[in-house]
Nanobody
Framework: QVQLVESGGGLVQAGGSLRLSCAAS????????MGWFRQAPGKEREFVAA????????YYATSVKGRFTISRDNPKNAVYLQMNSLKPEDTAVYYC??????????????????WGQGTQVTVSS
């Protein structure tokens, strides 16, 4: 059983930064692509960023490109999301997830089989 635990969320002013962490236990993540998604109140969960198993391939939603950076540390079994220049519209619960379903793209949440419990990010204006 894989457990994913996010941390690092909080309240920050617009223009500020946060670094989210996703720690895994129960199974190595080194062979899997990993993703970050977010869900704001009243909205559907949306793709934020993803990277392949080696970390060399990184993909971002248009809304966060140039501001967010996804990375991973396979020996530590962890994935990170550095968020800079935060905006009020970035306010959401952020989730990390493991990509394991073949035949789906990195952008599709249906392709992820294990999810963390989420961490709240609130950006004040």
């Amino acid at each position: 059983q894989v457990q994913l635990v996010e941390s690092g969320g909080g309240l920050v002013q617009a223009g500020g930064s946060l670094r989210l962490s996703c720690a895994a236990s129960g199974h190595s993540l080194s062979s899997y692509a990993m993703g970050w998604f977010r869900q704001a109140p009243g909205k559907e969960r949306e793709f934020v960023a993803a990277l392949n198993w080696s970390g060399n391939g990184k993909y971002y939603a248009t809304s966060v490109k140039g501001r967010f950076t996804i990375s991973r540390d396979n020996p530590k079994n962890a994935v990170y999301l550095q968020m800079n220049s935060l905006k009020p519209e970035d306010t959401a619960v952020y989730y990390c997830a493991r990509k394991a379903v073949l035949g789906t793209t990195l952008y599709d949440s249906r392709g992820y089989d294990y999810w963390g419990q989420g961490t709240q990010v609130t950006v004040s204006s």
